[in-house]
């Protein structure tokens, strides 16, 4: 594994946000949500397609804080215009588990 700098790192901005909407998404080429997550004042609501739905339903998503990368270009997902990358960990079987705080922080918060 190569290493990185502190400076590396620091240059991924990853922010808290907590999902405000969820929607399934049928046009993904693989089954995913289309989300839309609100990071506080500074940065404001933005949209990511997450491929988390052997885990979640829209429903059980709504009001969930997330991780996500909030400096990445935006990237075209079919019709679907994709603007932060939401964070999470493959479980055994390769499923997407979402990562997040295990105590309540205010949207857009930075990781550090």
């Known amino acids: 594994m190569s290493q990185i700098t502190y400076d590396q790192f620091d240059a991924v901005d990853i922010r808290s946000g907590v999902v405000t909407r969820a929607e399934p998404f049928p ?13 506080g004042p500074d940065i404001g609501e933005k949209k990511s397609s997450a491929q988390i739905t052997v885990h979640y339903t829209p429903e059980s998503l709504l009001g969930r804080t997330v991780l996500a990368v909030v400096n990445f270009p935006p990237r075209q997902i079919g019709p679907f215009m994709s603007e932060v990358l939401v964070l999470g960990l493959s479980d055994a079987e390769g499923n997407i588990v979402l990562a997040g705080p295990d105590r309540p922080v205010p949207a857009g918060r930075k990781m550090h």
Do not use: G, S
């Open 27 to 39: 046009e993904a080429r693989k089954p995913a949500y289309k989300l839309w997550i609100d990071f």
